[in-house]
C-alpha cells in the first residue's frame, strides 16, 4: 500500500520546486479536477525534510489562482533589440532569465544585493557547529534556515542573536544585544579586536570571542540588510574571520550571485523592462517621469508597476514553466506543473543575441554614513506578494513605525498615534507602535507594504529611501 501525505482526495501528485526564498524547498502538490487542492512539502528535500512554509503554499496554491493576479495584456509596439535597454530583476528570475538579460545588455538592475560567495558551508552542516553568532532573521526570509540552527542549539550550540531588532530567533538565543544601526559596524570591528587581544569589555562580544576560541566551531550568519551599509566591510569581515579564525559565514536574505546593480539610476535608460515590481522601490520625485517612459513591466500581480508602466504582461509564476535557480543555498531543476499560454517570461521579451557582453564583477554599491537616529526599513513576517495573498496578509494587516519607548517619550506620543518622519528622500506618515525590541534612536518599518496592495494601503520602501535599508532620520514629528 502507498501511503501518500495528503488526507484529501486527490487524482495525482505532482512534484516541483519553490523559489519564494533562497531555500529552494521540494513540495508535492496533490490534483483534483485540475486544481491544487493541497500542498506538503517533500520528504526527501534536502532542506525543508518535509516541512513546507505557510509562504510557500501561498505561492503555489493561492497566488497563481488568485482574483489579484494581473491576467490582461497592454501590447508592446516597441522593438527594444537596437534601444538603450536597462531591466530590473528580481528573486523570482530563473537562471535562463537572467542569463538571457545579461547576455542583452550589462544594465541589470535590481533590489536584490550581489554577493559572489554567500556560504562557506552548506547549510546541512549547521547542527554540528558549536558557536552560531546570528545577525538575522531567518523566519522573515529563509524560513528552514531556523530550523537548522535550533537544531544546532538543541545539540548544546552556543546562539547568540545581534542586531538592530529583536526578533523570533532573538529569543531563542543564549545571549542577545541590540545594537543601533549606526554602531553596527563598530559592533563588527569590536569582534575582531575581541579576537585578537583575547578580550573585550562588552559582554556579549567578550563571551562570543571566548567560546568561539575554545570550542573551535563557530558560525556567523547575516542578513543582506547589514551588509548593505557597508558591503566591502562587512564582506571584508567575514573573509577575515574565515581566513584568521576559521569562522565560517552564511550570508542570507534577498541575495543573488548575478552582478546586479542598484535601482538608482535605471530611469536614464531609454526602455526599461522590469521584471516584478520596480516602481515600489522609487522616489516620488522619480515616479513621475519614470511612469512616461517605455516601461515594459511583466507581473504576477496587478501591482504598482502596472498600473504605471506604459506595456505590461502577466507573468508565469513557477509553477507554470520548466526552469533552474540558483540561490544562495542549493541549485534546483524543476518541472512545470501548470500550462499557461496566457503569461510570459523574460524570454518572451528579450531575444537570444550574443552582444559579448562584459559584467563588472564589483558592481558599485553605495555606502552609508549613519549617525544619530535612523531608520530602518526591514524584511518583516509578510513580504510584498505577500500581501496579495488572503492568508499572509492576515497575519500581518497592518504597517506601523516601531519605536522604543524613549523615544515615543521624547515626542510625547502613544500606540496608535501617527508619526511623520523625514528622509533626503520624502517623508511617511505611519502610526506607532512602542515596542522593546527596538534599540535607541531607531524607527522600524516593514518593506512589504505599498499604497496599490488590495488590502491595506501602506507606505513602500521607495517613499523613504532607495537602495538602503537604513537612512538616516532629517525629522521626525508627532502628527
Known sequence: MIEHLSSKNFDKELIGHCIGCNCGCKFIAYIKDNQIIDVTGHPSDRLGMGSFCTKGIALVQELPFSEFRLKESKAIDIDVIDKDVGIYVDRFCTEEELQRAFSFTENIYSNMLYVEKPKTIEIEHIPNKKVILNISE???????????????KQKGAKLFSAGAI???MSFKANYKKLIPPSEFLSFLENIINAFEKGYHEDEFINKFSLFSTKLSDALIIIEDIYIRINRDFVLGFLKYMKEKHNIDYIITGNIT???????????KHEVIINLGDMFRYIPDGKLDSLSKKDVITISHMANMSVNLSR??????????????????F???????LFENENAYTLLDIIPQVDKNISHDKSPKQETITLKGYT?????SVVDEIGHYSRWLH?????????????????VDITDGELLEITTEYGKAVL??????NIPEHTFFISDGFDEYQPFYEGVRPGVLAIDKSFIPVLRYRKV
Open 138 to 152: 531567518p523566519s522573515y526570509y529563509d524560513l528552514m534556515l531556523s530550523r537548522w540552527i535550533i537544531d544546532a
Open 311 to 328: 506595456y505590461y504582461l502577466p507573468r508565469k509564476f513557477f509553477i507554470e514553466m520548466d526552469f533552474t535557480k540558483k540561490t544562495a
Open 431 to 436: 502610526r506607532v507602535k512602542i515596542s522593546a
Open 375 to 379: 531608520l530602518f526599513i526591514g524584511h
Open 166 to 168: 529583536y526578533t523570533n
Open 257 to 267: 550571485h548575478w552582478p546586479v546593480r542598484g535601482i538608482e539610476g535605471i530611469d
Open 330 to 336: 542549493l541549485e534546483v531543476d524543476s518541472k512545470k
Open 394 to 410: 492576515e497575519i500581518e494587516p497592518n504597517q506601523y513605525v516601531y519605536i522604543n519607548k524613549t523615544l515615543a517619550d521624547s
